[in-house]
């Protein structure tokens, strides 16, 4: 006994001493395993020595396997709690639970991991990386040289030997011939008491990757270092404080110093640049601490030799080995400076002496023959002053002008006076036209004779153009454009009559105000007035009555110009009638919103009271037998509990939050189903009509939903009949155009199926129909209405993708008309609805995770009743602890979605590794898009909308643990 025991202590103590040297992989695991061996082998000493205690026991209970070298597993060890022997188990055995911890440490290590004596046996190995090792070469204590390189004898040289012959540890690394990856092989000796090598463990890596990526960094520091090196521009290589670590040649060359006399120096110590610039280099370098770009900026360098060139420098902020680098690029640009600068002087040089201006400044004898030109004649016509020397002025004329303009032309000159803004068309040598402004003075001899004439030529082309482009904007803007002097329109465009219904006889006549909507004249007039003084720049807004009496709404500006050499106002106006009422449907649909946000936040609150009080209601009820009159009162309150929680379904469908359940159906089908109840609904005194259209297609909707739709649109066109009338229910299927305006929003074209319901009750008002839509909102007497009906079709109409329209009058009914999109899809026949069993019970364990206690009380008994285990846990961290402490499998989770600290869904994605086959329910009242937002997209599988009663918990919990066979 002693022997084994001494062995074991010391592969333990080797073990022990090179828990740092192992992979920071698994070494939490091997400190584990260590700990639960070092009990092992005290309770091992104790018997020995008198103590009577057994090995301490691994943790968890379980039964434990290992594999020792020759690959057989010992016989499963019951393990048992810690400080008592398990019954039937001697000290004996102790060993084996060590042998077991070993197996246990060596497969937790990633790398191959082998223990060998001096013969070179192998003791114990993990077999990690030996697939080429058949398992019968792994029985026994084979030979290490037989196993992994196929000889009959020891290495030459071979590390392990050099363990046992030196002591110390050793490394090296080998490339494998078969397949080509490099290993890197460390040996450790494990000694005796007496500090004699008795094992050693050899530790095998693959390396391959990192010699190759090292080799690969090689590779890429080498071409750096040549393209640096070589680069035409000067590169170095500074820290933070301005000091130089690298050159290349380009620097060397720049500066006239050798590379030696610049790398260590601190570039303000050489006498690169005078003290403004150093300066500003010191600036540049604080800039690249805070990891900025630097340059370009132009520097005055001196070099060594004494010389002063201008530099280009610029600087890359750069990390390296965990130190902030600047990387900085410098380039000789005196050159190209000094032939920008001889370029300037030359071109000025060139203006001031030939030409100070920017027209064509030309000179002609008196037959009007070019005798100078100056060169923005090329600019011009595009001929160059050579060109058009010697040439007539005239032979630049349009040739079906030419002969009129010529003869205008000599007549001025024959009157010998000057002129100006003589207008003429040229041909550009290029083919277009140029409209040019002239205008000379005549050059007399001193009897007064003709000498010649001096002018100048203006290019007006573009803004000949723009005069013309500007009359063409004016006269075809879709905006009305006019202009009124003296209280009278004295010009408009074509907009002007298309939005006020006048024509072109007409609009002379009318007084500017006249146009206006009585109520808003004098605020127009106010608004016009501070506009033309220049107090207000801001548009104004009034209604505007048309010739044929509509009224729009117009947005004007103005502005004060001079007409004719008189003041006069020039006016903008557009009709913005359209987008006042898209402004009108776009705040109604705001304020339907910011309702059914608040209406949507109630009824999730109120889902988890609910859930409450009917399931502590049906505890008691079980508990209270029917003739007791507390029974009474227990269905009063559950049957209360119940028209609550349907009122918060309502107003999560008003609030499109409710969870809904699409499929594509055949609307008719729908209609036709509830035809029978909808005329027992309404009664005898009313006349129900039903006209559907085999055309109309699919839709993708919620069928319940869909229904309540058509329930409660009947409902309440039976409620505006009150002494009888029509009710008419059609469908029909719709093609969209153009954009639809209905009362909440643009229906886009396209494809729809409509459908309508229209009654010849009591009608709407204006002022009823902008509120008909809102939750809570009734024209019923107190106690005969909720006001939840429409605005529930509202919330289902929108939440199915469609739009929703009323058009009604006192006394003339009213249509409401739902627009879904239409589908062409075939839809199938009716599903067959498959009976479910009663039985709920079970025997699993449930882990029930639900932050609100009253709630995670009440699912906890319910579970129990069924025959559930459950642990309760109030969020995701004691859920997390809890399925670490126990040591039993966990069958389901029944987890809340929106919870402090950790959402459901990440829950759930923690808990899968350490519980694989663990399923998941998810329960929650928030609305699909929380949901969604906290992870949880798919909702048809495993959730459960709040509030539900504690027996469709149970039924949906048996269905996910007890699936019917061929699911």
């Not at 070993?102 to 013969?119: E, G, K, M, N």
């Not at 000796?189 to 190759?212: F, K, M, S, Y």
């Not at 319910?862 to 004691?878: A, C, I, M, P, Q």
Request: aromatic fraction near 8%; include cysteine.
């Amino acid at each position: 006994m002693d022997q084994p025991l001494e062995l074991l202590e010391r592969r333990f103590q080797a073990l022990r001493d090179q828990v740092g040297a192992m992979p920071e992989t698994g070494r939490e695991e091997l400190k584990t395993a260590l700990h639960e061996l070092s009990q092992a082998i005290a309770a091992l000493r104790r018997p020995r020595e008198g103590g009577g205690c057994a090995p301490a026991d691994p943790p968890g209970g379980q039964e434990a396997q290992v594999s020792r070298g020759d690959g057989d597993p010992l016989a499963a060890i019951p393990a048992s709690s810690p400080g008592r022997m398990a019954p039937g188990h001697s000290s004996a055995e102790t060993p084996a639970r060590c042998e077991t911890i070993l197996s246990h440490l060596f497969s937790a290590i990633p790398d191959l991991l082998i223990v060998l004596d001096r013969d070179f046996n192998i003791i114990m190995s993990n077999w990690h990386e030996s697939e080429m090792v058949p398992k019968e070469a792994r029985r026994g204590w084979p030979k290490c040289y037989r196993v992994y390189h196929h000889r009959d004898r020891p290495c030459e040289p071979c590390h392990v030997r050099e363990v046992f012959v030196t002591g110390r540890p050793q490394k090296t690394e080998k490339i494998n011939l078969l397949d080509g990856r490099t290993r890197e092989f460390t040996a450790f000796p494990i000694l005796n008491e007496a500090g004699q090598v008795i094992l050693a463990t050899e530790n095998v890596r693959d390396v391959t990757e990192r010699h190759l990526a090292e080799q690969a960094l090689k590779e890429s520091e080498a071409r750096f270092k040549l393209l640096f090196e070589y680069a035409p521009d000067a590169y170095y290589l500074m820290d933070m404080q301005g000091n130089f670590l690298d050159v290349n040649r380009s620097a060397e060359e720049l500066t006239g110093y050798d590379r030696k006399e610049l790398i260590g120096r601190n570039y303000q110590a050489l006498p690169f640049f005078d003290d403004r610039q150093n300066s500003m280099v010191a600036a540049l370098i604080e800039q690249a601490v805070n990891g900025k770009m630097l340059g370009p900026v132009e520097l005055l360098l001196n070099r060594k030799d004494g010389e002063k060139v201008i530099i280009e420098a610029k600087g890359l902020p750069l990390q390296s080995q965990g130190k902030s680098l600047l990387l900085g690029i410098a380039r000789d640009i005196t050159a190209r400076k000094q032939a920008e600068e001889a370029l300037r002087e030359s071109e000025q040089r060139f203006r001031d002496i030939t030409e100070n201006t920017a027209e064509w400044v030309w000179e002609v004898d008196p037959q009007g023959k070019y005798r100078y030109s100056s060169p923005v004649v090329e600019q011009l016509l595009g001929y160059k002053p050579d060109e058009v020397l010697g040439k007539y002025f005239y032979d630049f004329f349009l040739p079906d002008q030419r002969e009129e303009l010529k003869n205008a032309a000599l007549q001025a000159f024959a009157a010998k006076q000057p002129f100006r803004d003589f207008l003429n068309p040229n041909l550009h040598k290029n083919g277009q036209i140029v409209w040019l402004s002239t205008s000379g003075i005549p050059i007399l001899d001193e009897q007064g004779n003709p000498l010649g004439y001096r002018g100048v030529d203006i290019d007006i082309t573009e803004r000949r153009e723009a005069e013309a482009l500007s009359r063409n904007l004016i006269a075809n803007s879709p905006v009305g454009i006019y202009l009124i002097q003296k209280r009278k329109f004295q010009l408009v465009n074509q907009w002007f009559f298309t939005i006020t219904g006048y024509n072109k006889d007409e609009f002379l006549n009318l007084e500017p105000l006249g146009l206006v909507h009585p109520e808003d004249r004098e605020a127009t007039r106010e608004n016009a007035v501070k506009m033309l003084k220049g107090l207000s720049s801001v548009p104004y807004e009034y209604r505007s009555i048309t010739k044929g009496g509509e009224t729009k709404w117009i947005m004007e500006t103005l502005t004060s110009i001079q007409y004719k050499g008189k003041r006069a106002v020039l006016g903008y106006f557009m009709d913005i009638t359209q987008r006042k009422a898209m402004e009108a449907q776009l705040l109604q649909a705001q304020k339907m919103e910011a309702v059914g946000r608040l209406a949507g936040g109630v009824a999730h609150d109120f889902n988890n009271l609910l859930m409450a009080i009917t399931g502590y209601g049906e505890l008691m009820r079980a508990k209270v037998h029917k003739g007791d009159p507390l029974y009474g009162h227990l269905e009063n309150i559950l049957k209360a509990s119940d028209r609550a929680a349907a009122l918060t379904q309502q107003l999560l469908t008003f609030s499109r939050r409710q969870i809904i359940h699409p499929q594509v159906i055949d609307l008719n089908r729908v209609v036709l189903d509830l035809e029978p109840m909808l005329r027992r609904l309404i009664g005898e005194d009313l006349d129900l009509e039903v006209v559907t259209d085999r055309r109309l297609g699919a839709v993708k909707a919620d069928p319940g939903q869909l229904g309540q739709i058509i329930m409660n649109l009947v409902v309440n066109a039976r409620d505006a009949m009150p002494q009888g009338g029509r009710l008419t229910l059609k469908t029909a299927p719709v093609e969209v155009k153009k954009d639809r305006h209905t009362r909440f929003g643009l229906a886009p074209p396209g494809p729809y199926a409509m459908l309508e319901v229209a009654d010849t009750g009591v009608g709407m008002d204006e002022a009823t129909q902008a509120h008909a839509f809102e939750p809570f909102f009734t024209t019923k007497e107190l106690g005969k209405g909720t006001g939840l009906g429409l605005s529930t079709v509202y919330g289902i109409v929108k939440q199915s993708g469609g739009y929703l329209d009323l058009a009604s009058e006192p006394g003339a009914g009213s249509t409401f008309t739902v627009y879904l999109p239409r589908l062409d899809q075939v839809v199938g026949p009716p599903k067959v609805k498959i009976p479910i069993t009663a039985s709920f019970r079970g025997e699993e364990t449930v882990l029930l995770v639900e932050d609100e206690e009253v709630l995670r009380g009440l699912l906890a008994k319910f579970l129990r009743l069924y025959g559930y285990t459950v642990l309760e846990t109030s969020h995701g961290g004691e859920a997390l602890l809890t399925c670490e402490q126990h040591q039993g499998p966990i069958h389901l989770m029944v987890t809340d979605v929106v919870m402090p600290q950790m959402s459901g869904r990440e829950l759930a994605d923690r808990l899968t590794p350490l519980r694989p086959d663990m399923k998941i329910l998810y329960i929650s009242g928030y609305t699909e898009d929380a949901l969604v937002q906290h992870g949880v997209a798919d909702l048809s599988a495993a959730f459960l909308q709040k509030p539900f009663k504690p027996i469709d918990l149970a039924r949906r919990v048996h269905a996910i643990l007890h699936p019917p066979v061929g699911r």
